[in-house]
């Protein structure tokens, strides 16, 4: 794993940098990410169809601002499986009409379940239709190719960091060049679940609506912004924010395969020689968009985004914070 390169570097450059002042060496470069077997891939938290229970359904009815803090450090198992959020937002509101233009919001007693084939009439109905889409896809163990990278890179910080941006870009996934693919073959998933089973519940999202476009629906979720932080005193906090609610694959440990990459991933790489080190991550503008086709309720395509920011602290006396714009494509779906 990226764990010991990463420590390796990091030691080295801070020894150079104290002594000399210079880096004499160029840092060297992570070793390809070997991807440890992930027990027991999470399976979602819904009923049998995929739909949100009753209390979420409530959720999404109420009326009342859709603001509200955001969910911090919440728990969920290392496994993949997902606990509940704390929440102290409201429900998405947005809706569309047949046509797919926006339409009049939703309502209480508005909770009628999506067949399949025809197009979600509000934000209950989206949403719905959206975690039933994900989890028979998951059931189905459909292949599909997957694609993440994070653009629009920005590192700002002490000399020592640096000097060795390059190599946090890589251990952080910031770049072209540590653009992360991943091939999965339809039946053959193993016991890395890189889509799973999306557990987005009313409080996880701003809005909510569905268009038509010619065959297909186009599902797009605003989600609220999120953020976690990780250190000697809270080293492993699992991820449950709404960005990993979707159906992104995410974890606290540090795994190369791993899409949000969390505080407690960061932290579980330098924790070893640096343990008095402080991470501190945010999300902001995430959004998802689904294409489906409009006659089987099959996915078309999955595009999951949103800004990151990244603080790292204590470091030996360095510190430094790196940014970038993640895109999580899911495409080539085989049923």
Request: hydrophobic share 35%; net charge negative; charged share 20%.
């Given at each position: 794993?990226?764990?010991?390169?990463?420590?390796?570097?990091?030691?080295?450059?801070?020894?150079?940098?104290?002594?000399?002042?210079?880096?004499?060496?160029?840092?060297?470069?992570?070793?390809?990410?070997?991807?440890?077997?992930?027990?027991?891939?999470?399976s979602?938290?819904?009923?049998?169809?995929?739909?949100?229970?009753?209390?979420?359904?409530?959720?999404?009815?109420?009326?009342?601002?859709?603001?509200?803090?955001?969910?911090?450090?919440?728990?969920?198992?290392s496994?993949?499986?997902t606990?509940?959020?704390?929440?102290?937002?409201?429900?998405?509101?947005?809706?569309?009409?047949?046509?797919?233009?926006?339409?009049?919001?939703?309502?209480?007693?508005?909770?009628?379940?999506?067949?399949?084939?025809t197009?979600?009439?509000?934000?209950?109905?989206?949403?719905?239709?959206?975690?039933?889409?994900?989890?028979?896809?998951?059931?189905?163990?459909?292949?599909?190719?997957?694609?993440?990278?994070?653009?629009?890179?920005?590192?700002?910080?002490?000399?020592?960091?640096?000097?060795?941006?390059?190599?946090?870009?890589?251990?952080?996934g910031?770049?072209?060049?540590?653009?992360?693919n991943?091939?999965?073959?339809?039946?053959?998933?193993?016991?890395?679940?890189?889509?799973?089973?999306?557990?987005?519940?009313?409080?996880?999202?701003?809005?909510?609506?569905?268009?038509?476009?010619g065959?297909?629906?186009?599902?797009t979720?605003?989600?609220?912004d999120?953020?976690?932080?990780?250190g000697?005193?809270?080293?492993?906090?699992?991820?449950?924010?709404?960005?990993?609610?979707?159906?992104?694959?995410?974890?606290?440990?540090?795994?190369?395969?791993?899409?949000?990459k969390?505080?407690?991933?960061?932290y579980?790489?330098?924790?070893?020689?640096?343990?008095?080190?402080?991470?501190?991550?945010?999300?902001s503008?995430?959004?998802?968009?689904?294409?489906?086709?409009?006659?089987?309720?099959?996915?078309?395509?999955?595009?999951?985004?949103?800004?990151?920011?990244?603080?790292?602290?204590?470091l030996?006396?360095?510190?430094?914070?790196?940014?970038?714009?993640?895109?999580v494509?899911?495409?080539?779906?085989?049923?």
């Amino acid at each position: 794993m990226v764990k010991k390169t990463l420590v390796a570097a990091i030691a080295v450059v801070l020894c150079a940098f104290l002594i000399t002042s210079t880096i004499s060496k160029s840092v060297a470069t992570f070793a390809d990410a070997k991807i440890e077997i992930a027990e027991n891939a999470g399976s979602a938290d819904t009923g049998s169809d995929g739909g949100l229970g009753l209390d979420e359904q409530a959720g999404l009815m109420d009326d009342t601002s859709m603001g509200g803090s955001t969910t911090d450090d919440t728990q969920t198992p290392s496994d993949g499986s997902t606990g509940d959020a704390s929440t102290d937002g409201s429900a998405g509101e947005a809706t569309t009409d047949a046509a797919g233009n926006a339409g009049s919001t939703a309502k209480p007693g508005d909770t009628a379940q999506n067949s399949g084939s025809t197009q979600p009439k509000d934000g209950i109905d989206t949403l719905n239709y959206y975690n039933k889409v994900i989890a028979q896809a998951v059931n189905a163990k459909v292949g599909y190719d997957k694609e993440r990278m994070t653009d629009n890179e920005k590192m700002d910080g002490s000399v020592a960091l640096q000097a060795m941006k390059s190599l946090v870009y890589q251990f952080m996934g910031i770049g072209a060049e540590n653009k992360y693919n991943e091939k999965v073959e339809k039946g053959k998933w193993g016991d890395v679940a890189f889509l799973t089973s999306s557990k987005l519940a009313a409080s996880d999202v701003t809005s909510a609506t569905c268009k038509a476009a010619g065959d297909n629906y186009v599902i797009t979720l605003t989600l609220k912004d999120g953020k976690s932080s990780a250190g000697k005193s809270n080293p492993t906090t699992a991820p449950t924010t709404a960005l990993d609610k979707t159906g992104i694959c995410v974890g606290s440990e540090d795994k190369g395969y791993f899409d949000h990459k969390t505080a407690s991933v960061i932290y579980d790489a330098i924790a070893g020689t640096y343990a008095g080190a402080e991470i501190n991550e945010k999300y902001s503008k995430a959004t998802v968009v689904a294409t489906v086709n409009a006659k089987t309720g099959n996915l078309v395509s999955l595009v999951v985004e949103w800004n990151q920011e990244v603080t790292l602290s204590k470091l030996a006396g360095m510190s430094a914070t790196a940014s970038g714009i993640s895109h999580v494509t899911y495409k080539n779906f085989k049923y």
